[in-house]
């Protein structure tokens, strides 16, 4: 005769295979998080290669403003005025790269007045000039309530939301003009 504990094991290793038997039979069936609707991905604000652009324009309201364009395959300073081995092509690079790659944050039109988004005269104006010669100008309103992004628009006046990285870096040009910094001359020191 078989003893109580062995009926007990031989119980468990049942449960133990009936158990294995549902998982794997679960996990045959279709992953219901595939069927989910996916968010569809936000259109660019600007629908450009990065090589497409061959100029660029910040601007303020105070009348300060940085303006680059492209010669060949390198970048100058046209305002302030710099000669291309002046310039940090990396950090322009960078920008252009930030800029092309810039999504709206919201597809949906902000319903506010231009003038409460301070869109109407706009602090920071960016123009990007097109390999075809087109001059896109963006109107660079206030940051957002959320301070995830800034206020734009084009010459249609429709408020957008935009990330507020590359608008920022593409700011800072007018504190801080893309140019590398300037070698200091090393005396030599005398020998011992």
């Known amino acids: 005769m078989i003893k109580r504990n062995t009926w007990i094991m031989i119980g468990v290793l049942g449960l133990l295979l ?9 996990g045959n069936q279709a992953d219901p998080a595939a069927d989910l609707p996916t968010q569809p991905v936000s259109p660019l604000v600007f629908d450009l290669e990065m090589t497409e652009i061959t100029g660029l324009r910040i601007a303020n309201l105070d009348g300060q403003s940085v303006s680059l364009q492209k010669t060949g395959d390198v970048w100058v300073l046209a305002e302030p005025q710099a000669e291309a081995d002046q310039v940090d092509q ?18 949906a039109r902000i319903n506010a007045p231009i003038e409460a988004l301070q869109l109407e005269f706009a602090p920071h104006v960016l123009t990007v000039t097109t390999s075809s010669g087109e001059s896109l100008v963006m109107k660079i309103g206030e940051v957002a309530p959320t301070q995830s992004g800034y206020y734009i628009a084009f010459e249609d006046n429709v408020p957008r939301l935009v990330a507020r990285n590359p608008l920022d870096q593409a700011i ?12 200091i001359p090393v005396e030599e020191l005398p020998s011992p």
């Open 18 to 26: 009936v158990a294995t038997y549902l998982l794997q039979q679960s």
């Open 90 to 107: 990396g950090r322009i690079e960078g920008l252009l790269a930030q800029l092309a790659a810039m999504r709206y944050l919201t597809e």
């Open 172 to 183: 800072s040009f007018l504190a801080n003009p893309p140019l590398l910094p300037t070698p």
